[in-house]
Antibody
Framework: EVQLVESGGGLVQPGGSLRLSCAAS????????MNWVRQAPGKGLEWVSY????????YYADSVKGRFTISRDNAKNSLYLQMNSLRDEDTAVYYC?????????????WGQGTLVTVSS | QSVLTQPPSVSGAPGQRVTISCTGS?????????VHWYQQLPGTAPKLLIY???NRPSGVPDRFSGSKSGTSASLAITGLQAEDEADYYC???????????FGGGTKLTVL
């Protein structure tokens, strides 16, 4: 069974940093591209970042470019999101999400999400 | 303002058919990128409903169907059921933004 379990969320002050982790199991993690997608309270989905299976391709949404860094450790079956210079508008549930590799950048499995709250 | 435009809400009675539109531009849907649809029930993570414009993952009822034409796509739900009440999102890739884009979401109410 595919499982994605996020951790690392919490309360942080504006300007602060946080590192999210996603532990993957039930599939060959190193063969799949991965995404981070977020959802602000009461709002819609916002794609944040994408990393290919081999780390060769990385994309960021303009809203986080230069502040967030996506990475992965295939040996540990883990995906990460380093978030720096956090702003109030970064407050959201952050989902780890798997790209099935059909070529359309869709997501077939989602984690349960971890809440990041940026507030003083 | 989302790159992909969806109606904020739609509604229908049980058994009826509803459609949800997703309008993009020449840098995403119109550029030939696939459109995908997700269903999000309250308090849960999204679930893939349609991928590659019109394909259903295993386990998704054939009451759900997707189509794409030009710079737009649509999700159709037939035989509406109370359990279909949820938020629905479309997604595609955008060449100008070099990343994925989501629609703003559509809340489906079953009357």
């Amino acid at each position: 069974e595919v499982q994605l379990v996020e951790s690392g969320g919490g309360l942080v002050q504006p300007g602060g940093s946080l590192r999210l982790s996603c532990a993957a199991s039930g599939f060959t993690f190193s063969s799949y591209s991965m995404n981070w997608v977020r959802q602000a309270p009461g709002k819609g989905l916002e794609w944040v970042s994408y990393i290919s299976s081999s780390n060769s391709t990385i994309y960021y949404a303009d809203s986080v470019k230069g502040r967030f860094t996506i990475s992965r450790d295939n040996a540990k079956n883990s995906l990460y999101l380093q978030m720096n210079s956090l702003r109030d508008e970064d407050t959201a549930v952050y989902y780890c999400a798997r790209d099935p590799g059909y070529g359309g950048y869709e997501v077939d499995y989602w984690g349960q999400g971890t809440l990041v709250t940026v507030s003083s | 303002q989302s790159v992909l435009t969806q109606p904020p809400s739609v509604s229908g009675a049980p058994g009826q058919r509803v459609t949800i539109s997703c309008t993009g531009s020449s840098s995403n849907i119109g550029a030939g990128y696939d459109v995908h649809w997700y269903q999000q029930l309250p308090g849960t993570a999204p679930k893939l409903l349609i991928y590659g414009n019109s394909n259903r993952p295993s386990g998704v009822p054939d009451r759900f169907s997707g189509s794409k034409s030009g710079t737009s796509a649509s999700l159709a739900i037939t035989g509406l059921q109370a359990e279909d009440e949820a938020d629905y999102y479309c997604q595609s890739h955008d060449s100008s933004l070099s990343g994925s884009v989501f629609g703003g979401g559509t809340k489906l109410t079953v009357l």
